[in-house]
């Protein structure tokens, strides 16, 4: 499966942003995918997942009531919709996809997804 990320771009200090991730090649409706930051010098970190039913979700506790992850299978497509921006969230933001199928765990360590897209660029400035 390819994933595409957009929606990054440039905003001020409590601005909001929602980022999109779209799948192609392969329906991504029987994966849990997540979402995942890498800032300038740092490592990647998890930032929020989201059940393949859409049912159930887990943020990070530094994005838990700013960040929202959801996904609308009949697009094919994950979103997250990022508010309340601060310039720590300052990164990359790369979505990803657990390709193993009906999963019931939400993993929150990259290792776990198999499928990665480029990322796009969320800039927060103060």
């Known amino acids: 499966v390819q994933l595409q990320a957009s929606g990054g771009g440039l905003v001020q200090a409590g601005g909001s942003l929602r980022l999109s991730c779209a799948a192609s090649?392969?329906?991504?409706?029987?994966?849990?995918m997540g979402w995942f930051r890498q800032a300038p010098g740092k490592e990647r970190e998890f930032v929020a997942a989201?059940?393949?039913?859409?049912?159930?979700?887990y943020h990070a506790d530094s994005v838990k009531g700013r960040f929202t992850i959801s996904r609308d299978n009949a697009l094919n497509t994950v979103y997250l919709q990022v508010n309340s921006l601060k310039p720590e969230d300052t990164a990359v933001y790369y979505c990803a996809a657990d390709t193993n199928i009906f999963a019931t765990v939400l993993y929150t360590t990259s290792g776990k997804y198999e499928s990665w897209g480029p990322g796009t660029l969320v800039t927060v400035s103060s």
């Open positions: 989201i059940s393949w039913s859409g049912s159930r979700s």
């Open positions: 090649g392969r329906t991504i409706s029987s994966y849990n």
